[in-house]
């Protein structure tokens, strides 16, 4: 069965990023079915679909069987620009299906045991976030934003620019939400030995120089960071509202 970390982190994004049998084209040209849906996933279907889809299942030597789900996206334009982000969307994850299918053949647990993601489209923006969950139910992002009108993949600078927030300000706002998550998770009394240097290296230029910004379905920004601490295999990614 999925996982409930993974599960419950896409209901959240889901949250974040809070119609009748018949066809749309999408953006990219291409005809797809409409079902009855909300007005924002219908937005969503038409820039964004599944590229692969694929289960493992295995029985162990107890008699368990064990299955598990692999999904990643794909942007339905036909620029350069998005073939070049689907490309390199399949060149990160088609080596993980592929251990996936070794794994269970030897009846071993693919890792990452779980691989989702959902889109949202804001205006011009399209947002994709993966996630996978690992062995220690431990859950790492990635993120990808496309401007659909310009044909043009967006780095964080340009998610920034477009919202009109300047990322002095961003990062003012992500070190206070950023250092509110770890004290509440953390204290020194748990981890006396190098509490501090895994605190103020979280809370660092160096460290927040690789946060991935994106917009949820409302156009709210979200930033993914890592967390230093000495427990499990010491970093680990967290969801952050930068939301004003």
Do not use: W
């Amino acid at each position: 069965m999925r996982s409930c970390s993974l599960i419950c982190a896409l209901a959240l994004l889901c949250l974040l990023f809070a119609a009748c049998g018949s066809h749309a084209e999408a953006d990219g040209g291409e005809t797809v079915p409409v079902t009855t849906e909300s007005e924002k996933d219908a937005r969503v279907r038409l820039c964004v679909k599944t590229a692969r889809e694929q289960t493992f299942a295995y029985t162990d030597k107890n008699g368990n069987t064990v299955s598990t789900l692999y999904r990643t996206p794909a942007l339905r334009f036909e620029t350069a620009e998005a073939k070049a982000l689907n490309a390199e969307i399949t060149a990160r994850y088609e080596p993980l299906y592929d251990a996936a299918v070794e794994a269970a053949a030897t009846y071993k647990n693919p890792d990452p045991q779980a691989i989702d993601y959902k889109g949202t489209v804001n205006d011009d923006v399209v947002s994709l976030v993966i996630t996978c969950e690992g062995d220690n139910h431990d859950l790492s992002y990635d993120v990808y934003n496309y401007n659909k009108t310009t044909g043009t993949r967006m780095d964080s600078a340009a998610v920034l620019a477009y919202l009109n927030r300047e990322y002095d300000e961003i990062i003012t706002t992500l070190q206070d939400a950023l250092q509110a998550d770890y004290t509440a998770k953390f204290s020194e009394e748990a981890f006396p030995d190098n509490y501090y240097d895994l605190f103020y290296y979280t809370l660092s230029e160096e460290s927040l120089a690789s946060a991935q910004f994106f917009l949820n379905e409302d156009a709210e920004l979200y930033a993914i960071c890592t967390e230093y601490a000495d427990v499990g295999d010491g970093e680990f990614q967290v969801l952050l509202s930068l939301a004003t």
